[in-house]
């Protein structure tokens, strides 16, 4: 397709558990970036990459939360240790460059319930 | 740091009237982008306009428009002739060009209702 694409749309797992998310951008889209979204809430930046430089993960949280980009291009958010509070809903998007202002596109997201 | 004030948590409007969804924002970067972003119930974040803070002219995109007042630190959306389609969360967003300005900073968002 030619959107950005996440997997899984919904994800129900238990406190503790470990969850991993995946996007895959948009094919030409150097940048990436992950965002959290809680019930009845904005958005809130979590990571973003940039081609090959070093990611800027000012957003994460907590040590609990990595995420990783291989080969440029698919991505994957690691939640560790699951709390409840880690319920959400996490947006990926991709945009052509962050050098100037390419705007956002966004995949419909993972729906995250730690039970 | 950068912020977006969005004061309307919820507004209605008359199918095929015109509506102004409220933006300020506050920065420190001298160049920056404004963006509003369209949210329906089904969840996905749908790019709507875009506005650059050295652009003259104000945005337009369709039956979308913004309204830049860059002395006033506002970047209203405007939807004219609304449609039953439009009623959804609408988010004003910013990046800047510096370091962690370079993220996008969402407002908390207005939840848009058409009525027939």
């Known amino acids: 397709g030619a959107g950005v694409s996440q997997s899984p749309s919904n994800k129900v797992t238990e406190k503790g558990k470990d969850v991993e998310l995946r996007c895959d951008p948009i094919?030409?889209?150097?940048?990436l970036y992950w965002y959290r979204q809680s019930l009845g809430q904005g958005l809130e930046f979590l990571i973003y990459f940039q081609g090959n430089s070093a990611p800027d993960k000012s957003g994460l949280p907590s040590d609990r939360f990595s995420a990783e980009r291989t080969g440029g291009s698919v991505s994957t958010l690691t939640i560790q240790r699951t709390q409840q509070e880690d319920s959400a809903v996490y947006l990926c998007?991709?945009?052509?460059?962050?050098?100037?202002?390419?705007?956002?596109?966004f995949g419909d997201g993972t729906r995250l319930s730690i039970l | 740091a950068q912020k977006i004030t969005q004061t309307q948590p919820g507004m209605f409007v008359q199918e095929k009237e015109a509506v102004t969804l409220d933006c300020t924002y506050d920065?420190?970067?001298?160049?920056?982008?404004l963006f509003w972003y369209k949210q329906p119930s089904s969840g996905e974040m749908i790019f709507l306009i875009y506005?650059?803070?050295?652009?003259?002219q104000n945005a337009t995109e369709g039956r979308y428009s913004l309204n830049f007042q860059k002395a006033r630190k506002s970047a209203n959306l405007v939807i004219s002739a609304s449609q039953l389609g439009d009623s959804a969360m609408y988010f004003c967003?910013?990046?800047?060009?510096?370091?962690?300005?370079?993220?996008?900073?969402f407002g908390s968002g207005t939840q848009l209702t058409v009525l027939p």
């Open positions: 998007a991709s945009s052509l460059t962050t050098g100037d202002f390419q705007p956002q596109h």
């Open positions: 920065t420190s970067d001298p160049s920056y982008g």
């Open positions: 506005q650059g803070s050295y652009d003259q």
């Open positions: 967003a910013m990046r800047g060009r510096s370091g962690s300005a370079r993220q996008l900073t």
């Open positions: 094919s030409g889209h150097t940048a």
